[in-house]
């Protein structure tokens, strides 16, 4: 062992393809593409209106580039929007009719559907490419007037909800990649907990990318009505393929009155070869809307995967005295880039809101965190804490710090603080002087410096969340 | 035990060490005295395997076989315990955690079962009493925020929980108010048994009215210049280093 060199070379573990016939469509893009997916997916009229009406926007709208990453352009008509799990006859109506080659795909990804059923209280929404297979939990849910869905079956089935909340919070205009979601988007989960209910167990969704050459493109919408309260957890993985794969998701939150919203991400999509070669680009809109007082909405991810993250977890703090929460751990290794942060943006009175990002870059990855926190006039008594680590292994790589700071209340208190460290040569020495092996070693420091983020998730999701870190920087010191 | 013979080793290509040699056998305390700058805490670290102390020339065995053919947390988990002089801040990791992730480190290497959180604390709650030290600081992040005196304390904690067979004290002295020192001492003299061997480097004698050793050497510009027994730290308060300096060095 000779100085902090730390290198990092483990494999990526769900980098295998499950062989499924699929009923894929012809790659590219435009209004005959669009309307396909929404005869496939048999939707209502104003479905494909909706979709129809973001292409025609996404077509004037130019690819933004002020973000800190780099990438060779993307070809949208070489992707293709929509492929799915062929369906044997009408589609599984239970478990036992689901592809069990599909279902050993979730098994070695970790979630045994079958026995999360019984044993781990969590309710799977799985989404594989693009429909959503296998609902779990649907009867005890369902019994708390829970709806967990498919977003396809919400559509179907609660079109007035959909209609009500969809791109309430992210519009169809929002930005180049949200637009492009809005005119292609295949399915994702929907989620309404009634008034004052607490839902009665963590909800969880597994996404992953399986087909070659195709983007994903799901879409999330939570609605907490008054006074309920939901814990959703996202995990994602994709199979390792040369070419790069897009991923450009939307999740909206929605809090209404005292509701309260905690959003979970463990991002683990393939993050390319040591070389930089392969990996998805994870260009994600989220954002959640403190509509009603007193309503709490918090963001905490994890991000250790992808080529390219890119995304800015926010919350609209329209309700008066509403809260919201940003807690992030980003880690880019190799050739990995991380443009990512938060917005918060105050509009109501005495809202509050808490920003805490750990950016981890090693070899020659490179880290941005970007936060924009934004207090209007009527935000009366607002409050931002923002807090910004970077955490910096070896001397190649890069972090930076981009905080924007727009104040126009002077009843307002903002705080910013920053810091940025290096894992020393003397810490590490130090644990390994006390019989830990280097790797453990830094891996150590490293849950240390994300602490209070991991403080901050459900515990097993904390659990696999450090492993997850562990893993991501095995292989370790040089 | 420890058998170090004409060693060598510099830092960033400059040599500090330069010939050193010295022989440390089962149940002996030596101490390492020397004026600033003579190469004590380099001795130290180039033992234990710090990175940045490169040799350059000479051996050092250790139990039987070559250690510098070792890690350094193979050292650690052969029994070499480095009392660091500047102890490390870990934050968010909690000392309590870091302690028991060592020990069962060590325990896994001698072929004993790893004790769970509850196992411990009991085992630990014993020691932090002898140290006199506020049962707080298991619940603090790794040093971060302990005062110099807390800092030290941690270390000798550590050091009667891991058993080292060889335990180096780099100026565990330095910032210690007296009674600290006593606590201090304390907990090192009682874990002087036949088995294991205890070097402290120092720069006062004071320390050594605590921790009485079998042997001392000194050191001057990288080369042990005189070992004697107790008697000679004495000499060395009352007198200075000077008179030890061979003339070729004294002259510089």
Request: glycine share 8%.
């Amino acid at each position: 062992m000779k100085g902090t060199d730390v290198l990092l070379d483990q494999d990526y573990k769900y980098g295998f393809v499950t062989d499924i016939e699929t009923d894929t469509i012809p790659a590219g893009l435009n209004e005959d593409i669009v309307r396909l997916i929404s005869r496939k997916k048999n939707e209502p009229a104003f479905m494909l209106e909706w979709r129809l009406k973001a292409y025609q926007r996404w077509l004037t709208m130019t690819e933004p580039a002020w973000q800190r990453v780099h990438y060779p352009q993307i070809n949208f008509n070489d992707v293709v929007y929509y492929s799915a799990p062929k369906k044997k006859g009408d589609g599984p109506k239970s478990l036992d009719e689901v592809d069990p080659e599909l279902l050993r795909t979730y098994e070695k990804l970790g979630i045994p559907l079958q026995e999360q059923k019984m044993l781990a209280g969590v309710a799977v929404d799985a989404v594989f490419d693009s429909v959503s297979v296998a609902t779990t939990f649907k009867k005890k849910l369902e019994d708390a007037g829970v709806i967990f869905c498919s977003f396809s079956e919400a559509i179907q089935k609660h079109p007035d909800l959909i209609k009500k909340y969809m791109g309430s919070v992210v519009p169809h205009s929002d930005n180049f990649y949200a637009a492009l979601n809005a005119a292609v988007f295949s399915d994702g989960s929907f989620v309404y907990i009634p008034k004052g209910v607490r839902c009665p167990m963590e909800l969880s969704t597994y996404f992953r990318i399986n087909a070659a050459d195709t983007g994903q493109f799901e879409r999330t919408l939570i609605v907490a009505d008054e006074g309920s309260y939901v814990s959703y957890l996202e995990g994602c993985t994709a199979p390792k393929r040369d070419k790069n794969q897009l991923h450009a998701a939307v999740v909206e939150l929605v809090a209404l009155g005292n509701a309260e919203i905690r959003y979970a991400t463990v991002q683990n999509w393939y993050a390319g070869d040591k070389q930089g070669k392969g990996g998805i680009y994870n260009f994600v809109t989220k954002r959640g809307k403190c509509a009603g007082a007193h309503s709490k909405i918090s963001w905490t991810q994890v991000e250790t995967g992808s080529a390219i993250t890119w995304k800015y977890p926010g919350v609209i703090l329209q309700g008066d005295y509403s809260t919201g929460e940003f807690y992030s751990v980003a880690l880019t290794n190799n050739y990995q880039q991380a443009d990512t942060g938060t917005k918060m943006l105050h509009i109501g009175k005495h809202t509050k809101s808490t920003i805490v990002s750990k950016g981890i870059s090693a070899r020659f990855g490179e880290n941005t965190y970007r936060g924009l926190v934004k207090v209007s006039p009527k935000a009366e008594g607002a409050r931002n804490y923002t807090q910004c680590d970077s955490l910096l292994i070896g001397d190649r790589c890069i972090a930076n710090t981009f905080p924007y700071i727009e104040v126009d209340n002077h009843s307002a208190r903002v705080e910013h603080e920053a810091t940025t460290s290096k894992i020393s040569e003397e810490q590490l020495f130090y644990c390994q002087q006390r019989g830990l092996s280097a790797e453990n070693a830094v891996s150590m420091i490293i849950s240390g410096f994300c602490k209070e983020v991991f403080n901050k998730l459900p515990m097993e999701f904390a659990v696999e969340a450090n492993k997850l870190l562990g893993v991501s920087l095995e292989g370790s010191v040089g | 035990m420890l058998e170090v013979k004409d060693l060598r080793v510099s830092i960033e290509d400059k040599e500090i060490l330069k010939g050193l040699s010295l022989s440390v056998r089962a149940g002996e305390v030596h101490a390492i005295m020397g004026p600033n700058g003579s190469g004590k805490s380099t001795l130290a670290r180039a033992i234990a395997g710090h990175p940045s102390y490169t040799v350059t020339g000479g051996s050092i065995r250790y139990d039987g076989q070559d250690l510098l053919a070792l890690a350094p947390d193979e050292r650690a988990r052969a029994g070499v315990f480095l009392a660091f002089q500047y102890p490390v801040d870990i934050p968010g990791v909690g000392n309590s955690y870091f302690l028991r992730a060592a020990l069962n480190e060590v325990r896994k290497h001698r072929g004993q079962r790893e004790l769970d959180a509850m196992e411990f604390l009991d085992l630990i709650k014993g020691k932090i009493k002898e140290l006199d030290m506020d049962p707080e600081l298991l619940k603090r992040p790794v040093n971060e925020g302990f005062s110099g005196g807390e800092k030290k304390r941690n270390e000798i904690l550590q050091m009667t929980l891991l058993e080292p067979k060889l335990a180096l004290l780099d100026e565990t002295d330095s910032g210690l108010d007296i009674d600290a020192l006593r606590i201090v001492a304390d907990g090192v003299n009682r874990l002087r048994n036949p088995q294991r061997a205890i070097v402290v480097v120092t720069h006062y004698q004071r320390l050594l009215n605590y921790i009485v050793p079998d042997y001392v050497h000194v050191l001057v510009e990288g080369r042990v210049v005189k070992s004697g027994g107790k008697e000679l730290a004495l000499q060395l308060e009352a007198q200075g280093y000077d008179w030890v300096k061979p003339q070729t060095v004294a002259a510089h």
